[in-house]
């Protein structure tokens, strides 16, 4: 057996070319695995960390808190993490295991299912007469945190894979990856 042939089946060299493997199909077609779509992944992340910054300040900052708002954000917020959670697994135990990230990925399932427990709480400090905002601020700073955290896994699994997050575009149109040959309109 030459060297050359030996190096290529050692388990890091296959974890390489699992993962080259991956981010040439999310070049082509947005997904990997089983359908796992990275970006919607992360899109559904930071909303839930929005709504949860949008629910704790409406805690810190009115003083009753009406339970309908709170509801409607603590609904998106768990619409949110199980949106995430799906995505996450749509990548697959054997693809997960291919690619070497079966530890990042269990940590951020970790992480989003420490997310439902906060909801919970959370859900159980609405009230039909309002909200008790102490409690739901306690849980909802801890809610922040741990969606912070999924975020960082996150962002540590997507580097792993190698799948760039591309920067916010500076105007709508400037889609420069697409050289579809037309020029974004000029600013006035």
Same mark, same amino acid.
């Given at each position: 057996m030459s060297t050359q042939f030996a190096a290529a089946q050692t388990p890091t060299n296959a974890a390489l070319q699992a993962r080259a493997k991956m981010q040439q199909r999310h070049q082509q077609s947005g997904s990997i695995g089983g359908g796992y779509r990275p970006l919607s992944a992360r899109s559904y $992340? $930071?909303?839930?960390?929005? &709504?949860a910054q949008a629910l704790n300040a409406y805690g810190q900052n009115c003083q009753q808190l009406p339970a309908e708002t709170a509801r409607? &954000? =603590?609904t998106a917020i768990q619409q949110n993490v199980a949106a995430t959670r799906k995505e996450i697994a749509k990548l697959g135990d054997e693809a997960a295991k291919e690619a070497d990230v079966q530890e990042q990925v269990a940590t951020l399932q970790k &992480? =989003? /299912?420490e997310c439902e427990k906060l909801c919970d709480m959370m859900g159980k400090t609405i009230k039909d007469d309002g909200v008790e /905002?102490?409690?739901m601020c306690a849980h909802c700073s801890g809610l922040e945190a741990k969606l912070k955290a999924a975020e960082t896994e996150h962002q540590a699994l997507l580097k792993k894979l190698g799948i760039e997050v591309p920067a916010p575009a500076a105007a709508h149109g400037d889609h420069d990856h697409h050289k579809s040959g037309a020029q974004p309109a000029a600013k006035p």
């Open positions: $992340q $930071q909303s839930a960390r929005i &709504h409607e &954000h =603590l &992480h =989003l /299912t /905002t102490v409690q």
